[in-house]
């Protein structure tokens, strides 16, 4: 009986090491194994893919028979491409169920060390942030800023009968992520998956940041465009004058924010721009999915800007997806109610603005 089991467990091993035996005659496994540029099939350049595989090493669902690499590059192709399963189990010479279950396993473990990449910065950082905030702004005046804000909107194909709850104010129906990143477009917070239908400032108004009072630091402050209200309690936030400005105090200052707020429409420029394939249509995937791989692609983002690793945004492809200032004006008066007491932050904006204004040196 014991020799029949022996027997049998290396049946199972040689069959299952046949099965999951590298082929390295496939192009694209070909390509990783032997050393080539990644970038172009995988959308990550080699030193950012090694760095994402080490980040899932503890994870014990991926890399099941095929290996942790193997699983990653056929994600990754499968994200890059926004081709089918079946196209990608043609390139990779591997089932069609295996290359799905591929997908959700890996989706699942990107997700998983989100906390550890998206991250509010230690105190050293902040400072450095704070610096890097106003060198973009060009004034000494923005160096308590703590992040830019904004929310980025992401087509989708709509659950059936809530259609009208995901059709935004551009008309198109899409998912919402709430973004804060850092001077250098890298995220500090998103909070994903309200329906488009949601007016930017009761999506901040459900976050979690917002609702437990996580960040800005006292002293510090976040920057957004005229779809927030000016407020300071429970996080606070400081906005553009509303147009017409009242003289050259508010003009200087709205120009100077306005450059240093740019920074997160970049950065969803760039996350849309590596993720093309996938961003330039809409996501037919169930919401929570959908959600997933949003969040996905926005710790792929910060691994990049950890690892230097950057694409160019191609602003042509994304206008009608993000925000603009000048539609925003018209909601301000229900942006302010909905998000209460905002006085205490007209004084500081107005604090901002004049030493936005002050002589230098």
């Known amino acids: 009986m014991r020799r029949r089991l ?24 070909r390509l990783y194994f032997g050393g080539g540029d990644t970038k172009a099939d995988f959308r990550l350049a080699r030193v950012t893919l090694n760095q994402l595989v080490a980040a899932l090493e503890e994870d014990r669902t991926i890399g ?29 010479g591997i089932p069609r169920q295996t290359v799905n279950d591929m997908v959700h396993r890996v989706s ?4 998983g060390i989100l906390p550890q990449i998206i991250r509010f910065p230690t105190g050293q950082e902040l400072e450095m942030m704070g610096a890097g905030f106003a060198c973009l702004a060009g004034s000494p005046a923005f160096q308590r800023t703590a992040g830019s804000i904004d929310v980025c909107h992401i087509r989708v194909v709509p659950p059936a009968g809530e259609s009208q709850d995901y059709l935004n104010r551009k008309l198109f129906f899409s998912l919402q992520m709430q973004a804060v990143c850092d001077h250098r477009g890298k995220f500090l917070n998103v909070f994903t998956g309200y329906p488009g239908s949601v007016h930017d400032a009761q999506v901040l108004k ?7 009072r996580q960040y800005p630091p006292q002293g510090w402050f976040l920057i957004g ?32 924010l306005s450059r ?8 969803f420029r760039v996350m849309k721009t590596r993720w093309r394939s996938i961003f330039l249509k809409a996501l037919e995937f169930q919401i929570p999915f959908a959600i997933k791989l949003i969040n996905c692609c926005a710790v792929l983002h910060n691994l990049c800007i950890n690892n230097e690793d950057l694409v160019d ?33 007209d004084e500081l904006r107005a604090q901002v603005a004049a030493a936005a204004s002050a002589p230098v040196g």
């Not at 590059?73 to 390139?91: G, I, P």
């Not at 300071?232 to 009242?246: A, F, G, K, N």
Request: contains cysteine.
């Open 6 to 29: 022996v027997l049998l467990a290396a049946f199972e091993q040689n069959t299952r090491g046949a099965y999951c035996q590298l082929n390295l005659h496939v192009p694209l496994l």
């Open 64 to 92: 099941m028979g095929w290996g942790k690499t193997v699983e990653v590059l056929v994600f990754l192709y499968w994200l890059a491409s926004a081709t089918s399963y079946r196209v990608v189990s043609e390139a990779f």
């Open 108 to 111: 699942k473990g990107i997700h």
């Open 206 to 212: 459900c976050s979690d940041m917002y609702v437990h």
């Open 225 to 256: 465009d005229g779809g927030y209200p000016c407020i300071q309690d429970p996080i606070t936030l400081i906005t553009p004058y509303r147009e017409p400005v009242q003289g050259p105090v508010q003009a200087r200052y709205n120009g100077q």
């Open 260 to 267: 240093a707020r740019g920074v997160v429409e970049r950065a």
């Open 313 to 345: 945004p191609d602003v042509s492809d994304h206008d009608d997806d993000d925000d603009d200032d000048d539609d925003d004006y018209d909601y301000i008066s229900e942006a302010e109610q909905d998000c209460g007491n905002h006085g205490s932050a």
